[in-house]
């Protein structure tokens, strides 16, 4: 009777922890009545983001405050590494995400790869200059830490979000692109599994590895070879229209566009010389009920709204719980028999 009654408290504890672990890590569905913009890698290049985020008017030309009202933000990862100072362009970013929220608008900012490599340990592509605005490497190493406030941050960064249009466009953004093996997961899967991977320091989690969606490249070539195989079935499992990467630099800095405009790279160059002759402040924008085109480098695809909402690792679990509440019935009533007899 004993093991009876501790196999159900049991079962109750299992079920209570995974609804609220899905709960801490789901966020609201939010309605959307404004224009979505992306932009790729920063690697520590404060310039030209406070130019290409005044080119894409989210920030006061004069102040750097959010001035975007209502509009969506996305940033695919990778602010650290290459460039001199990402710790003062984390800050802003915080600061930016704020003022935001505080306008009715949405800053987010995805976990990238160089981030990984931050709270791992690993400085190969670490700026010599970057320590020194962190206070030094201990104090560099504190402030990535769990238990500092830039690797908090860090480490509740989705790996991926998914814009969901009613009835219509779905797009995905992850920073180097979901093979299908990950895919079938779904979004909200992906974003529990790198949440418990930090809870345990599991940086060997397949997540994090080379096939995984902050490293592998195998879709975005796939798109450029022109077989589009891997990125079809890739949004065939996240039931989504189009997937937005970053991670690779194209060559010709400007935004890719592959497979009938269902992959987009994003990643131009921004952390490099914007002095070189190149355009390396491309961005993408998801404009409602705008007829498509391409200015200065730019791209705005007409993306219409009706009744449209926005989810952020999706508001819906995809996890299974009528196993575990099968088998607690099943306990209940073998400890009943159990009684009978």
């Known amino acids: 009777m004993i093991i009876c009654f501790l196999l159900i408290?049991?079962?109750?504890f299992i079920l209570t922890k995974d609804i609220y672990d899905d709960n801490k890590i789901k966020n609201n569905i939010i309605n959307i009545t404004s224009e979505i913009i992306a932009i790729g890698d920063l690697h520590g290049n404060v310039k030209n983001t406070l130019k290409i985020l005044k080119k894409a008017e989210v920030i006061d030309p004069i102040y750097g405050k959010w001035n975007g009202g209502n509009k969506i933000l996305v940033q695919v990862g990778d602010l650290f590494d290459r460039g001199s100072n990402p710790k003062l362009l984390v800050d802003f970013f915080i600061q930016l995400q704020k003022e935001a929220e505080q306008d009715g608008g949405k800053v987010i900012n995805l976990l990238g790869n160089h981030e990984l490599l931050q709270i791992t340990g690993d400085h190969r592509y670490v700026h010599h200059e970057d320590p020194i605005h962190f206070g030094g490497w201990n104090k560099r190493k504190e402030i990535l830490s769990s238990h500092g406030y830039i690797g908090q941050w860090?480490?509740?960064?989705?790996?991926?979000?998914k814009l969901n249009q009613k009835n219509s466009s779905s797009i995905v953004f992850v920073h180097a692109g979901i093979l299908p093996e990950f895919a079938k997961y779904g979004i909200d899967k992906l974003n529990v599994m790198a949440q418990k991977a930090f809870e345990k320091n599991d940086f060997d989690n397949i997540l994090f590895s080379e096939k995984g969606p902050l490293w592998n490249r195998d879709l975005f070539y796939d798109a450029q070879s022109g077989s589009c195989s891997l990125v079809k079935k890739a949004l065939r499992y996240l039931k989504a229209n189009q997937m937005v990467v970053g991670h690779t630099t194209e060559s010709n800095r400007t935004i890719g566009r592959y497979c009938n405009d269902t992959l987009f790279n994003i990643d131009v160059g921004i952390n490099q010389n914007s002095n070189d002759g190149k355009?390396?402040?491309?961005?993408?924008?998801?404009?409602?009920?705008y007829q498509e085109h391409i200015s200065n480098n730019t791209i705005i695809i007409n993306f219409k709204y009706n009744n449209?909402?926005?989810?952020?690792?999706?508001?819906?679990?995809?996890?299974?719980?009528?196993?575990?509440?099968?088998?607690?019935?099943?306990?209940?009533?073998?400890?009943?028999?159990?009684?009978?007899?």
Do not use: E, G, W
Not at 279 to 289: G, M, Q, S, Y
């Open 9 to 12: 408290i049991k079962f109750i």
């Open 154 to 161: 860090i480490r509740n960064n989705p790996v991926t979000v």
């Open 279 to 289: 355009n390396d402040l491309a961005f993408i924008k998801f404009v409602p009920n």
């Open 308 to 341: 449209d909402k926005i989810i952020f690792n999706t508001n819906a679990s995809y996890r299974n719980y009528q196993n575990i509440i099968i088998i607690h019935i099943l306990i209940i009533l073998f400890c009943q028999l159990i009684i009978i007899m």
